[in-house]
């Protein structure tokens, strides 16, 4: 199968008309509020942001734009992921090729990895291919039955062998380091399988995508290819200065998609289209770096310390786990970069409507006035559902024919979007004309540069993870890795655990 003939024609302005995402924040400003409806000290806690407080934080933004102008590009400053949207043609045909070949011969696509090497993947396969793409025939998927092993539960790899044929499965191990436990873990398991089945040439059923230099990965896979000139391991390459969670737009990201007959090309041009919208130099019309500000007055001048982010589609739904990845690991931290101990971040929520009205907009409506609701609405849906006629005799029921799917979903966004903004608590919406690679580009780089814009303006270092270094750390020394001997002397020195406080 060609995958060049699945593609949207590159950077077609009449496929990308209409297609900007949009950026909402009416129900964060005061004029959204009745403020006669509150009193005085629930007004307080409904706390709206004003156009004065706009005003008065321009200055700090502009200045926190330049720092981030500085840092641009620039590996050492982990900023490199703001130049994937372009100059990866040569790139980009390569994985195309590659996943022609993938498409020909594997029944089975499965990805190791974990953090930005699994949610991003994950997010945009579910965003752009069918819902129950592993259930279509082979010749409706338009690639192999896809799967994530996010995880290192011992069941859960266990059932992905029961399913699959290792010989009619490629696995894409993806860690740049080569040093995650929990990847390299899996990785193990899978090569010894494939010795199993394969023999000596277990590696042509390997891509790996990782660092180009340095790290565990590519040196096995080097030394794997030295003595192999049959079925070698493919390599592709984590660019400099690219962390896991800004790394959907490369290799890591788009041969996954790639090998699914998702059109990478037109998710590049999606974040090319809105990295043109951040380079506004009129702020107040930059849709990221608004974002941004207002995502920190409302962090530290409102104590809105919980973001919930709700899309209204299934399409959309681990766009919320991918958005919380990156938003609690880029912000969560305990020191600004001068060292002051400021212990900086907003807890991010996945939800999904209409799914979660059910179970948490109770709590948003009328619980504590500590949460940004963040909504993301589609304007038009790939399909229709109509609803048929039908007991007429019943009201309750007989009002919704005649109507669609797409209606009742549409109206219970509004609905939700006004009762809790009735209730006092602030929200915004994002939407997409449409979902497409082009959209979908446009919010992940959308969401990347709101992320560097508010940590700028925190102080904090957002490309950094030093909280869960500790935990990795804490691992190694208690699964026996070598040089981790002070560390685990240190775990055994630990209090024990009472028995009296376990019931």
Not at 141 to 160: S, T
Not at 365 to 389: A, L, M, W, Y
Not at 395 to 402: A, E, K, N, T, W
Request: proline share 5%; net charge neutral.
């Amino acid at each position: 199968m060609d995958a060049s003939k699945n593609q949207q024609p590159y950077l077609n302005p009449d496929w990308q008309h209409g297609m900007q995402v949009q950026y909402d924040y009416n129900n964060l400003m005061e004029r959204s509020f009745d403020a006669e409806s509150f009193d005085k000290k629930l007004a307080k806690r409904v706390a709206p942001i004003t156009e004065k407080e706009i005003e008065a934080h321009m200055p700090e933004l502009c200045r926190a734009k330049s720092r981030l102008d500085k840092k641009l590009g620039k590996p050492s400053r982990m900023m490199s992921w703001t130049t994937l949207p372009y100059h990866q043609d040569k790139v980009c045909g390569e994985i195309l090729k590659y996943a022609d070949t993938v498409k020909a011969k594997f029944e089975n696509f499965v990805v190791l990895g974990i953090g930005g090497s699994a949610l991003g993947p994950i997010a945009v396969h579910q965003a752009l291919r069918h819902l129950h793409y592993n259930e279509l025939p082979a010749d409706r998927r338009g690639g192999p039955k896809f799967y994530v092993e996010d995880n290192i539960d011992p069941e859960r790899m266990n059932a992905l062998l029961d399913v699959i044929d290792v010989q009619k499965t490629l696995f894409n191990v993806i860690t740049k380091s080569g040093s995650t436990s929990e990847t390299m873990a899996q990785f193990l398991i899978i090569t010894e399988a494939l010795k199993k089945a394969l023999g000596e040439d277990w590696g042509k059923n390997i891509v790996v995508t990782t660092d180009k230099k340095n790290g565990n990965l590519i040196r096995i896979a080097h030394q794997y290819n030295k003595n192999h000139q049959s079925g070698r391991i493919k390599i592709f390459y984590i660019p400099d200065g690219v962390g896991g969670r800004f790394s959907e737009l490369s290799p890591v990201g788009l041969l996954p998609a790639a090998v699914c007959s998702i059109d990478i090309r037109q998710m590049l041009a999606g974040a090319r289209h809105m990295d043109s919208l951040c380079k506004n130099t009129d702020l107040k019309k930059n849709p990221a770096y608004m974002a941004g500000l207002l995502m920190y007055i409302a962090i530290r001048k409102k104590n809105k310390n919980i973001q919930v982010v709700m899309p209204y589609a299934d399409s959309l739904k681990y766009f919320a786990d991918w958005h919380a990845q990156l938003w609690a690991e880029s912000l969560g931290k305990k020191y600004t970069i001068r060292g002051r101990e400021v212990y900086a971040g907003q807890t991010p929520v996945k939800a999904l409507g209409v799914t979660d009205q059910h179970s948490q907009v109770q709590l948003y409506t009328e619980g504590p006035f500590d949460k940004v609701i963040t909504f993301i609405k589609v304007g038009s849906f790939r399909n229709q559902c109509p609803i048929p006629h039908g007991f007429g005799d019943i009201p309750d029921v007989s009002f919704l024919g005649g109507h669609t799917l797409n209606e009742l979903l549409g109206s219970e966004l509004a609905a939700t979007e006004y009762a809790l903004t009735k209730s006092g608590k602030l929200n915004q919406t994002i939407t997409l004309p449409e979902v497409n690679e082009f959209t979908i580009g446009q919010l992940m780089y959308f969401f990347m540069m709101q992320t560097a814009v508010c940590g700028e303006l925190m102080y904090i270092d957002a490309f950094d993870q030093p909280g869960v270094e500790e935990g990795k750390n804490a691992t190694y020394a208690l699964m026996g890795k070598p040089g981790y001997e002070d560390k685990k002397r240190e775990l055994d020195s630990a209090p024990s655990k009472l028995d009296s406080y376990i019931l």
